[in-house]
């Protein structure tokens, strides 16, 4: 996950006016120079979950029924991928694409937390 370009408190203040005024999602974005898609994501997460919604996740980690659960759960109610991420407060939603890709791709192996970073190199005094 990327650096947070904005805080907690500006993230919860244009929250706070676009549901506190007539003010749209776009004009605020355009005002402040932001995406409107990420403005929309900050007040669905903020509707759902809070202030603490909005606040940056450390890096998750989902179990393999987790990702089943969701998967199951979009195929079987016909959510979309962001309506998902919302349900399940999954901050990322190609996470979700990526489970369902590797789940299509080797089944419920796929889904599986693979290790991350370089395979450990053993020195030479192992190897004798």
């Given at each position: 996950?990327?650096?947070?370009?904005?805080?907690?408190?500006?993230?919860?203040?244009?929250?706070?006016?676009?549901?506190?005024?007539?003010?749209?999602?776009?004009?605020?974005?355009?005002?402040?120079?932001?995406?409107?898609?990420?403005?929309?994501?900050?007040?669905?997460?903020?509707?759902?979950?809070?202030?603490?919604?909005?606040?940056?996740?450390?890096?998750?980690?989902?179990?393999?029924?987790?990702?089943?659960?969701?998967?199951?759960?979009?195929?079987?109610?016909?959510?979309?991928?962001?309506?998902?991420?919302?349900?399940?407060?999954?901050?990322?939603?190609?996470?979700?694409?990526?489970?369902?890709?590797?789940?299509?791709?080797?089944?419920?192996?796929g889904l599986e937390n693979k290790p991350r970073g370089r395979p450990k190199i053993m020195s030479d005094e192992n190897n004798e």
């Amino acid at each position: 996950m990327g650096i947070s370009k904005y805080s907690l408190e500006f993230k919860q203040s244009c929250v706070e006016k676009i549901l506190g005024s007539d003010l749209s999602i776009k004009s605020l974005a355009h005002k402040f120079g932001l995406d409107p898609t990420m403005v929309r994501k900050w007040v669905r997460f903020y509707e759902l979950y809070g202030a603490q919604g909005l606040q940056r996740r450390s890096t998750s980690t989902y179990d393999v029924k987790f990702k089943l659960v969701v998967l199951k759960t979009i195929h079987e109610r016909g959510l979309s991928v962001k309506q998902a991420a919302v349900k399940f407060n999954i901050a990322a939603e190609s996470s979700i694409l990526n489970w369902r890709r590797d789940y299509e791709k080797s089944g419920i192996l796929g889904l599986e937390n693979k290790p991350r970073g370089r395979p450990k190199i053993m020195s030479d005094e192992n190897n004798e």
